[in-house]
């Protein structure tokens, strides 16, 4: 079983930058897929970005592209979530999640880790 703990969320000016982190447990983070999904009040989780530990390979929602940037590190064995040029439509509390097996998906149903999730609150 997984355990993720995700730190690093706060209260930033539109512009500012913010890297969250998310400390894996359990398993060895480049044996895994990772991924940062987000939940703004009112709405569906939505996916972020997808880290395959596996291959490295990376992908990313079109509305943070160019600005996020999501990263890994084995020694330590955390995830992170670099995030630049915020905007206040990013406020929403975000996830880092783990799918164990099979292949890297953006689909928030067949990740069965989930961190308790890191508050981003960005003011215009």
């Known amino acids: 079983q997984v355990q993720l703990v995700e730190s690093g969320g706060g209260w930033v000016q539109a512009g500012g930058s913010l890297r969250l982190s998310c400390v894996v447990s359990?398993?060895?983070?480049?044996?895994?897929?990772m991924a940062w999904f987000r939940q703004a009040s009112g709405r569906e989780r939505e996916y972020v970005a997808v880290?395959?530990?596996?291959?490295?390979?990376?992908m990313y929602a079109d509305f943070v592209k160019g600005r996020f940037t999501i990263s890994g590190d084995n020694a330590k064995n955390t995830l992170y979530l670099e995030m630049n040029n915020l905007k206040p439509e990013d406020t929403a509390l975000y996830y880092c999640?783990?799918?164990?097996?099979?292949?890297?998906?953006?689909?928030?149903?067949?990740?069965?880790?989930w961190g308790q999730g890191t508050q981003v609150t960005v003011s215009s």
């Open positions: 999640a783990a799918k164990t097996t099979g292949t890297w998906t953006t689909d928030k149903g067949f990740y069965n880790g």
């Open positions: 359990g398993r060895p983070l480049n044996h895994i897929h």
């Open positions: 880290l395959s530990s596996l291959s490295g390979a990376t």
